[in-house]
């Protein structure tokens, strides 16, 4: 195993800059990616590492349950730690160092009085069924994009090295929240949205995925049949006829429909022409987000 692995924020500091020292020696271009996660990872962060290594000389990844973003101490509680699996996941992938701060090390002071606040663009939504989730997501990603940011490279005239960070785009809300904010508050990195990764059966990957009975697992498939229904109408400028894709998602036993929404993928908001009933034209996003038994789901499709 050649991947490092660190629990603090002066450690992983003083490995990035002697990491980037050693691909300057060697005449190598300097660049730094960092893929933030929770956890508990699978085929689809292993994408999003792949991704990052093939763009970067030298690659973090963070794995940090963040407490911030848990509105049901339960939830927090339960959400799986694997640390040995995500290091053996992401040693394969070809990481550098993988980043696992206590809650003590990344809130020293407990949990803070200053944070990032999402605005309306998190108030809809997950944002609407999970109030201050996304005020606590962009608040330790702002603190992970800073902590790990790499330092001017050993010939200051060549500037700081390239910055990058990886997102999937299947928290697609997420990803348009951090694009935001990086843009809003001029962060020195560039933001990189990776595909959603599915299983075979078209399931997006999930960590929640894990909690699905066999049973539950089956019917979870309606909500990429539902999205690909909304993407071949959009792709064939039809109606789109949300209600009856709604229904059919809730037709699915054990399946409880909290959303169906068809957004503009930048401002999350609303599509202003009626997709309902005309001819669906340009570009959009469909978001579905559901309970299938005890396990809340989400996933989306770009349509147009």
């Given at each position: 195993m050649t991947?490092?692995?660190?629990?603090?924020?002066?450690?992983?500091?003083?490995?990035?800059?002697?990491?980037l020292?050693?691909?300057?020696?060697?005449?190598?271009?300097?660049?730094?990616?960092?893929?933030?996660?929770m956890?508990?990872?699978h085929?689809?962060?292993?994408t999003?590492?792949?991704?990052?290594?093939a763009?970067?000389?030298?690659?973090?990844?963070?794995?940090?349950?963040?407490?911030?973003?848990?509105?049901?101490a339960?939830?927090?509680a339960?959400?799986?730690?694997?640390?040995?699996?995500d290091?053996?996941?992401?040693?394969?992938?070809?990481v550098?160092?993988?980043?696992?701060?206590?809650?003590?090390?990344?809130?020293?002071?407990g949990?803070?009085?200053?944070?990032?606040?999402?605005?309306?663009?998190?108030?809809?939504?997950?944002?609407?069924?999970?109030?201050?989730?996304?005020?606590?997501?962009?608040?330790?990603?702002?603190?992970?994009?800073?902590?790990?940011?790499?330092?001017?490279?050993?010939?200051?005239?060549?500037?700081?090295?390239a910055?990058?960070?990886?997102?999937?785009?299947?928290?697609?809300?997420?990803l348009?929240?951090?694009q935001?904010?990086?843009?809003?508050?001029?962060?020195?990195?560039?933001?990189?949205?990776?595909?959603?990764?599915?299983d075979?059966?078209?399931?997006?990957?999930?960590?929640?995925?894990?909690?699905l009975?066999?049973?539950?697992r089956?019917?979870?498939?309606?909500?990429?049949?539902?999205?690909r229904?909304?993407?071949?109408?959009?792709?064939?400028?039809?109606?789109?006829?949300?209600?009856?894709v709604?229904?059919?998602?809730?037709?699915a036993?054990?399946?409880?429909?909290?959303?169906l929404?068809?957004?503009?993928?930048?401002?999350?908001?609303?599509?202003?022409?009626?997709?309902?009933?005309?001819?669906?034209?340009?570009?959009?996003?469909?978001?579905v987000?559901?309970?299938?038994?005890?396990?809340?789901?989400?996933?989306?499709?770009?349509?147009?």
């Amino acid at each position: 195993m050649t991947i490092a692995l660190v629990t603090t924020i002066a450690e992983l500091q003083a490995l990035i800059r002697e990491k980037l020292r050693e691909q300057d020696a060697a005449g190598n271009p300097q660049s730094l990616g960092l893929v933030p996660t929770m956890g508990a990872l699978h085929h689809g962060h292993a994408t999003l590492a792949r991704r990052a290594v093939a763009e970067n000389s030298v690659v973090v990844s963070s794995v940090f349950v963040n407490p911030l973003q848990f509105g049901d101490a339960q939830d927090l509680a339960r959400y799986p730690r694997t640390t040995e699996a995500d290091l053996a996941l992401l040693d394969e992938a070809g990481v550098d160092i993988m980043f696992a701060p206590s809650v003590e090390e990344m809130y020293p002071h407990g949990e803070p009085s200053i944070r990032v606040t999402a605005g309306k663009m998190g108030e809809i939504l997950e944002g609407a069924s999970r109030p201050g989730h996304f005020d606590g997501a962009l608040t330790v990603v702002a603190k992970l994009l800073h902590v790990a940011l790499p330092q001017f490279s050993l010939d200051d005239s060549a500037g700081r090295p390239a910055y990058r960070a990886y997102f999937g785009q299947k928290d697609a809300q997420q990803l348009a929240l951090v694009q935001r904010m990086v843009a809003d508050l001029n962060f020195p990195i560039q933001i990189i949205p990776v595909p959603i990764v599915r299983d075979e059966d078209g399931l997006a990957t999930s960590s929640r995925n894990r909690f699905l009975s066999e049973e539950e697992r089956t019917a979870a498939l309606v909500l990429s049949r539902a999205l690909r229904l909304l993407e071949s109408r959009a792709t064939a400028h039809e109606p789109l006829d949300i209600t009856s894709v709604e229904g059919l998602i809730r037709s699915a036993p054990g399946v409880e429909l909290d959303y169906l929404e068809v957004v503009d993928p930048q401002t999350l908001a609303p599509r202003a022409e009626n997709c309902q009933d005309t001819p669906f034209t340009g570009v959009a996003l469909a978001l579905v987000a559901a309970k299938v038994g005890a396990v809340r789901l989400i996933d989306n499709m770009p349509l147009g």
